[in-house]
């Protein structure tokens, strides 16, 4: 018998502000804290870049609803949002970004977010293939896209964060 997380589904529509609003509050534990965004609500000019950067159309963000509920469970952005500065990303593709409300990461979740990027990615997009960029310690999200078929194709350091980071792509 599969629990109720695991049996969800996700509805895919654009971002909106108030969507942005919500997102910037969420705040990860460590060594996940490095997906926190900013001080949340608190820096109006902060808030207002958010929301510009959420909102440009090349970056094709997409808010991530629960169904029924249509609560907002996470994100998804398509194209160079997607990559960190220190990557090659010559060669063509879909490059996804992803984030997942902290209070659903860490449950078994990951696959069934992973899949309706993937799902949207595939209906929206005619690249040869699909890239996500990881950050090495991450082992938990590079083993959700491995479960997606897809394979480490780089390593490198983030040239800002210096972080270590690995592409994977899948054809």
């Known amino acids: 018998?599969?629990?109720?997380?695991?049996?969800?589904q996700l509805l895919l529509r654009p971002i909106t502000a108030d969507d942005v609003r919500y997102i910037i509050?969420?705040?990860?534990?460590?060594?996940?804290?490095i997906y926190n965004?900013?001080?949340g609500l608190d820096d109006a000019i902060e808030l207002a870049e958010a929301i510009d950067y959420f909102l440009r159309p090349q970056y094709h963000f997409q808010a991530m609803l629960r169904q029924p509920t249509?609560?907002?469970?996470?994100?998804?952005?398509?194209?160079s949002d997607g990559q960190v500065a220190g990557g090659d990303y010559r060669n063509p593709a879909v490059d996804i970004g992803m984030g997942v409300h902290p209070q659903y990461t860490g449950r078994g979740l990951g696959y069934t977010f992973a899949?309706?990027?993937?799902?949207?990615?595939?209906?929206?997009?005619k690249q040869p293939q699909l890239r996500v960029t990881i950050a090495e310690f991450?082992?938990?999200?590079?083993?959700?896209?491995?479960?997606?078929n897809f394979v480490p194709m780089q390593h490198f350091l983030s040239l800002y964060s210096?972080?270590?980071?690995?592409i994977y792509v899948r054809e």
């Open 1 to 8: 018998m599969s629990s109720p997380l695991q049996t969800w």
């Open 138 to 148: 991450n082992r938990r999200a590079q083993k959700v896209w491995e479960r997606h």
């Open 115 to 125: 899949g309706a990027a993937i799902d949207f990615a595939l209906a929206n997009f």
């Open 70 to 79: 249509g609560e907002l469970a996470g994100f998804c952005s398509f194209g």
């Open 25 to 33: 509050t969420w705040r990860y534990e460590s060594p996940y804290d």
């Open 37 to 39: 965004m900013g001080s």
């Open 162 to 166: 210096k972080r270590p980071f690995i």
